[in-house]
């Protein structure tokens, strides 16, 4: 297994660790509460279904945070984009009256639009005014949050408040049969969507020219331009591609896991898509395997509060706290790397008293600097003579 | 005309104080040197440990106003502790400021609710007294200015002025404030000057730690009597008023009072038939729309501190 790996599994471990020493503040039993948390989302087959369907969204707001990190752009704008794409959907859902088989691929491609432009501002920004895509993605997220709020309460509006209209089931996502399968669940075809992005955007990033000039350009900016690639277009690109993710995330949770939109709350999944690409390394598998992660979490939490009475919020606090680990992985990381080396240590040391004499020529050439040490030395002198 | 901007006016106040108390200390982390996206979850985090202080402590002292004094006091102090976590990911361990700042956000919004669920069953917790309103003598008397600003003001706004006026004042005017700038634009010099940069850009992010935990405390007892596991995004607002107000302390002054009545009048817009031309989602996004928009116009000649978002490392120049 590679370091990075590595890193996100103690990240991993050490935030079930937080998540257990919360509990026993709050005085519940850590080992009870994780045996609930697991076979709440895993149990029988509609648990197990209901687990993938709350992983779906997750996937693709992780890709798009990972597929625009892989261009060195932190896209922190995938609730925004997820909502308005989201919206978009929706709006074409209860709009048009088409066939289903006409409808959901339009509303899917609609929301891919719909992100792709939210993105498409950041990045342009980005790329013309070198504004920080971080700051211009908040911004976005909030006028996303109120223009959907109005749109929806002037246009859309159901039976409460807070929501829109119900989609009929010709403009949903959802198929009997895969939720026949899964024993009931909610899962839908959003996950084929998913994992259809999986495979684009892993062949995009390692198997095409286009995905190694955005990698380049991640990688140096500089260098990148140096080379002839067009660093503006490939911001700009990168962020509608990413932008366009969290849009299909949007279609999937608003017309697939659910069949309506919620307005007055981010979706959480957007911010959740940090932690997934985080943990997953930024890679388009690493993403997908950490979302079922956290999707196991979200799915079981519900069964894990009926049965233990500890807050379903663990599960999110639990997410947070590996964001955090990740973020300061250069601990962890400096950790293994001192582990590795003092078993190198020991390795060369037995290597030393067993055998050969080791050249000490190594050790000379990092003693000088820049300078012969005696060189300095003398300068030091020198300048202290002259202060006296 | 003058009747609806006295109408609005102390809810445009209300909105404005805990931005602006939450923007100058994000002011202070920035300068220093250390990207703050976590205000919202310091704010959460803030509005939380106050409405947990001052709920037990009305259970014990019904009918006593200290209380909520005492649960500001601690939403300072919580939120000053909360942010050694954003400190020493951003300043010891070198991490991403932002992907720190955002693990803050998530973090408090998360814990929060948890603890509050824990402790009151649900995850509300509802205040039972808020903040009294206090008529200043004779000032309120003055006309045309007198109702506006000395006739049921809450303390909290004059405490955020006093705040505003001290700390600009050691920003620009004392040792400490040009050090702490100085970490902000180069902190290379301001080490080769022997100044600790790490000590310095600890001080602004616990600042801005305390300032927001204040921020969140003050918008529980004047805005939103309850707290519910969020603060309405306030956070961001106040990280947008940072930047639109150009990381100086009066500009985002005029920046979140701008703000602030943006917001009142899209609220209230639906009661006043007067305002009710313009709708409230122009009103609602407008904050957002200028700050993007300040962005771009002063993407050229950007006051942001020049080091913001780097972290110090000792041996690169």
Redesign the interface.
């Known amino acids: 297994m590679n370091k990075k790996g590595l890193v996100s599994l103690i990240s991993v471990l050490l935030g079930l660790i937080a998540g257990a020493i ?1 509990m026993l503040i ?2 519940h039993n850590p080992l009870e509460g994780f045996k609930s948390l697991i076979q709440g989302g895993t149990l029988n087959l509609e648990r197990i279904g209901n687990t993938i369907a709350t992983a779906t969204p997750l996937i693709l707001t992780g890709l798009s945070v990972a597929f625009a990190f892989r261009t060195g752009l ?1 896209n ?1 704008g995938t609730p925004g984009q997820m909502l308005f794409g989201g919206f978009c959907a929706t709006a074409v859902g209860l709009t048009y009256n088409l066939p289903s088989g006409l409808l959901v691929p339009l509303m899917v491609f609609v929301a891919f639009l719909g992100g792709a432009l939210w993105a498409f ?1 950041p990045g342009i ?1 980005k790329a013309l ?4 895509e ?3 993605s ?6 996303a ?3 959907v ?3 929806i309460q002037g246009y859309f509006k159901g039976n409460m408040e807070t929501e829109s209209r119900l989609l009929a089931d010709t403009a949903t996502l959802r198929a009997p049969w895969l939720s026949n399968l899964f024993g009931g669940s909610y899962l839908n075809l959003g996950i084929f969507v998913a994992i259809l992005a999986v495979i684009i955007i892993a062949f995009i990033l390692n198997k095409t020219a286009f995905g190694y000039e955005l990698k380049s350009v991640g990688f140096n900016r500089h260098a990148a331009e140096y080379a002839g690639i067009s660093v503006n277009k490939n911001i700009i690109l990168s962020m509608m591609i990413a932008g366009g993710l969290a849009g299909l995330a949007g279609v999937v949770q608003y017309a697939g896991n659910a069949n309506n939109i919620q307005i007055g709350v ?1 979706p959480s999944q957007g ?1 959740d898509g ?2 997934v690409a ?1 943990l997953g390394a930024n890679t388009p598998i690493g993403a997908l395997l950490s979302a079922l992660f956290f999707g196991l979490l979200y799915s079981g939490r519900g069964f894990m509060s009926a049965m233990t009475g500890v ?1 379903p ?2 599960a ?2 639990i ?3 590996i ?2 680990f ?6 962890v990381e400096r950790l293994l790397d001192k582990f590795v080396k003092s078993r190198k240590e020991k390795k060369t040391q037995s290597a030393a008293l067993t055998g050969g004499a080791v050249s000490s020529t190594d050790n000379k050439d990092e003693n000088y600097g820049f300078m012969p040490p005696n060189s300095s030395d003398s300068s030091k002198n020198n300048a202290k003579k002259g202060d006296e | 005309m003058w009747q609806i901007i006295e109408q609005i006016f102390p809810y445009a106040i209300a909105y404005t104080i805990p931005l602006l108390i939450t923007a100058l200390g994000a002011l202070y982390c920035e300068r220093s040197g250390v990207v703050n996206i976590g205000l919202d979850g310091l704010m959460i985090i803030g509005s939380f440990s106050s409405a947990l202080t001052i709920f037990l402590l009305q259970k014990a002292f019904p009918g006593s106003s200290w209380t909520i004094l005492v649960g500001l006091f601690a939403a300072l102090v919580v939120g000053a502790l909360f942010s050694l976590l954003h400190a020493f990911a951003s300043i010891n361990l070198k991490a991403n400021q932002v992907i720190s700042g955002t693990a803050i956000n998530m973090i408090a919004s998360a814990l929060t609710v948890f603890l509050a669920r824990n402790i009151t069953g649900s995850g509300n917790i509802r205040l039972t007294n808020s903040l009294g309103k206090y008529n200043w003598p004779l000032l309120s008397d003055i006309p045309l200015i007198g109702p506006l600003f000395f006739k049921n003001s809450y303390a909290t706004t004059w405490l955020v002025l006093i705040i505003l006026i001290i700390f600009t004042f050691i920003l620009y005017k004392t040792t400490f404030g040009l050090r702490l700038r100085a970490c902000g634009e180069h902190p290379h010099a301001a080490d080769a000057a022997g100044i600790n940069v790490a000590r310095m850009r600890y001080m602004g992010v616990i600042l801005s730690g305390a300032f927001a935990g204040l921020g969140g405390g003050i918008y529980l007892v004047t805005f939103a009597g309850e707290f519910n596991g969020g603060v309405a995004g306030f956070g961001f607002l106040a990280l947008a008023a940072l930047i639109f107000g150009q990381w100086k302390p009066f500009g985002i002054l005029a920046a979140t009072l701008f703000f602030g009545f943006a917001s009142t009048i899209s609220n209230v817009s639906q009661v006043l038939p007067q305002l009710a031309t313009i709708p409230p989602v122009i009103l609602k996004i407008f904050p957002y729309v200028v700050t993007l928009v300040a962005l771009v116009i002063f993407s050229k000649s950007s006051q942001a501190p020049k080091a913001s978002g780097e972290p110090f490392d000792h041996g690169k120049r």
């Open positions: 919360f709050t005085g932190f922190i501002i920004l005014f070198n504004v920080h971080v700051v211009s908040i911004m976005m997220n909030w006028i949050y109120w223009v709020y109005y749109t981010m911010f940090i932690a985080l807050p919020e663990i999110d606090t997410i947070a706290t964001i955090y990740a973020a300061t992985s250069i601990l």
